[in-house]
């Protein structure tokens, strides 16, 4: 019975990736905003928006983005009244990815941990984003003599007459 077991185990050990038993390949993160309601659009390293909604909230990103792909998103903010911003998030190489050279083997190297996206983690836990408030547009007039422009703009001058 314990032969059985252990020979279960090893099988079960032999037939999966490392970083699939140990981590995971969707990983929560928290998304705020000062002031709080802002819009988010989340985009891949492809520029497909993969997911949006409303701050404050929790979203899951996938680690990997597809076979030997890590994760690479851009979260564009966007509020009335205020400059839009963005933030990056990254997925980086798993370290439980080389148990797979003790326990996975080549198949969990290979195959299962990059399918499953769990050679890749992401540590960004929080996304918190302060945006400004946009400043009103001015619209400014510099008026200068003839004799104060450079001659290099003495060709795109136009004459305007008064009442026209």
């Known amino acids: 019975m314990a032969y059985r077991n252990s020979l279960l185990f090893a099988l079960f050990l032999a037939l999966s990736g490392c970083a699939t038993i140990v981590s995971k390949s969707s990983?929560?993160?928290a998304?705020?905003?000062?002031p709080a309601d802002a819009n988010f659009t989340i985009f891949d390293s492809r520029g497909r928006s993969v997911l949006s909604g409303k701050t404050p909230s929790v979203i899951n990103l996938?680690?990997?983005e597809s076979f030997f792909r890590r994760g690479r998103y851009t979260i564009l903010f966007e509020r009335e009244g205020y400059e839009?911003?963005?933030?990056?998030?990254h997925a980086r190489l798993d370290s439980w990815?080389?148990?797979?050279?003790v326990f996975g083997g080549l198949i969990g190297m290979l195959i299962i941990d990059p399918a499953t996206?769990?050679?890749y983690t992401i540590d960004t836990k929080l996304v918190s984003v302060a945006l400004r408030?946009?400043?009103p547009a001015t619209t400014s007039i510099d008026i200068r003599t003839l004799q104060q422009?450079?001659?290099?703009?003495?060709?795109?001058l136009q004459e305007v007459q008064p009442g026209k």
């Open 27 to 29: 990983y929560p993160i």
């Open 31 to 34: 998304i705020k905003t000062v």
């Open 62 to 64: 996938e680690a990997g």
């Open 84 to 89: 839009g911003d963005v933030f990056p998030v």
């Open 97 to 101: 990815y080389f148990g797979n050279i």
């Open 117 to 119: 996206g769990a050679m």
């Open 133 to 135: 408030e946009q400043q």
């Open 149 to 156: 422009l450079p001659v290099y703009m003495h060709p795109f």
